[in-house]
């Protein structure tokens, strides 16, 4: 009969401290996105093509086409950076783990770099990189931009939930 009487007064106690927050629990389930970038795209819209540039890339090791992607949240605020480099003009996978439901901006550069500069570009840099609203593309002032300091780039709006893998070409918007 103890028994009983301690289980009775439990499920009381329960039964009126339970359910008395109204509020909902919201799971955000995170995602692994993809982005595949055609790094040829831009070259070839050029007048004279891609030709030059492989030949330039072919006759000078110590550069790299340099492909650059920074995701922006809805505050406009940067979450994720990613940097790679190949030798030759292909398709490029960048993956960003573990984003959460959400919507996000997706800013990408290409431009040739050169690797004995901690693959930087001998021209572009970027600039305020931490907020989309002020981020910003800069070159020096005395220096003369030649055919092959192509510098390109392209955005899109991502919906990581709906779908994880996204197609990047950046666009010519910068050369000589």
């Not at 605020?77 to 398709?91: C, G, W």
Request: aromatic share 16%; proline share 3%.
């Amino acid at each position: 009969m103890k028994n009983y009487l301690i289980f009775l007064f439990s499920a009381i106690v329960l039964s009126i401290t339970s359910c008395t927050n109204t509020e909902e629990i919201e799971f955000v389930t995170h995602h692994d996105v993809t982005l595949n970038v055609n790094t040829s795209e831009m070259y070839e819209q050029w007048e004279f093509g891609r030709s030059p540039y492989e030949k330039f890339l072919g006759d000078n090791r110590n550069y790299s086409i340099g492909v650059t992607s920074l995701v922006y949240n809805k505050e406009h605020k940067l979450i994720r950076s990613q940097k790679n480099y190949i030798k030759t003009f292909t398709s490029l996978t960048q993956k960003f783990d573990n984003l959460p439901d959400g919507e996000y901006t997706v800013v990408t550069f290409e431009t040739i770099v050169n690797d004995e500069n901690n693959y930087e570009s001998e021209i572009w840099s970027l600039e305020n990189v931490s907020s989309l609203d002020s981020l910003m593309v800069t070159y020096p002032e005395y220096w003369v931009i030649y055919w092959y300091n192509s510098f390109g780039v392209t955005y899109t709006t991502i919906n990581v939930g709906k779908n994880t893998y996204y197609e990047a070409i950046p666009e010519p918007v910068g050369c000589m």
